[in-house]
């Protein structure tokens, strides 16, 4: 089973940036779609940005621009950069991953906590 483990995420003020980071026990393939989610306090959890490793493609919901996710094959890590960071933005972090032959997301990172301040 895949095991994913996210770090990077800390206090930053609104308008810094993050690099989260993503370490997975096994070496990424086109199998995966690598996807980050995060949920804040009394809310759902939501979709952030997914990677699907076959071809590359990338896909972002609301952060318009801001983030942008990455993998570095030969460090077997994904990442996600967040750039002109709001305090609506604070949430904890997960990193998933999915089978591209499934939609649904079965591997799950334990997450990490951002907090942007205003």
């Known amino acids: 089973q895949v095991q994913l483990v996210e770090s990077g995420g800390g206090l930053v003020q609104a308008g810094g940036s993050l690099r989260l980071s993503c370490a997975a026990s096994?070496?990424?393939?086109?199998?995966?779609?690598m996807g980050w989610f995060r949920r804040a306090p009394g809310k759902e959890r939501e979709f952030v940005a997914s990677?699907?490793?076959?071809?590359?493609?990338e896909a972002y919901d609301f952060v318009k621009g801001r983030f942008t996710i990455s993998r570095d094959n030969a460090k077997n890590m994904v990442y996600l950069q967040m750039n002109s960071l709001k305090p609506e933005d604070t949430a904890v972090y997960f990193c998933?991953?999915?089978?591209?032959?499934?939609?649904?997301?079965?591997?799950w990172g334990q997450g990490t906590q951002v907090t942007v301040s205003s």
């Open positions: 998933a991953a999915a089978r591209n032959t499934d939609s649904e997301y079965r591997y």
């Open positions: 990677l699907d490793l076959s071809d590359g493609s």
């Open positions: 096994v070496r990424l393939s086109s199998s995966y779609i």
